[in-house]
């Protein structure tokens, strides 16, 4: 009987050392994954009012043009006309086109068929300004074409 000595055997404690390694692991992972797309706004805009509202179900396929008088430090420099802004730049509407095309080839491919144009414009917005940038989107094919609202 002495031969068969039970011994007890505890469980080890779990070495935690290598933790802090995995969680910046994955926190690394995540900031590089993480697409962040900021636009500074250049054009001050009041958004209109809507009764038949829906969400965007895609925001990876919506593509912003703002619409509206500039503000701050540009509004002295270039007047106080209404603005076209793709990105982070004021153009025409004759620019619409490009910066459609351009939008595309930075899209996947899955992205492109369900490609959405916001146009986030301010309510006192000229409808002439308007039309001019359908037209364009029109031109682009770019046929689904969102006008941005609040709930009244």
């Known amino acids: ?26 926190l690394f992972f995540f900031m590089i994954v993480t697409h962040m797309r900021s636009v500074p706004l250049k054009v001050a805009y009041q958004v209109p009012a809507g009764t038949e509202l829906t969400k965007l179900t895609r925001k990876s396929a919506v593509t912003y043009i703002y619409i509206g008088k500039p503000i701050g430090q540009m509004r002295h420099v270039i007047g106080d006309s209404v603005r076209i802004q793709l990105n982070d730049k004021f153009t025409d509407a004759s620019a619409v086109g490009d910066f459609i095309s351009q939008e595309r080839q930075s899209m996947l491919p899955e992205d492109v068929q369900a490609m959405t144009v916001s146009i986030k414009a301010d309510k006192s917005t000229p409808m002439g300004v308007i039309t001019d940038v359908k037209q364009m989107l029109r031109q682009s094919k770019a046929n689904k074409v969102n006008y941005s609202a609040v709930n009244r």
Do not use: A, K
């Open 1 to 26: 009987m002495s031969m068969f000595r039970r011994h007890r055997h505890e469980m080890p404690g779990l070495n935690m050392s290598s933790m802090p390694d995995l969680i910046f692991t994955v």
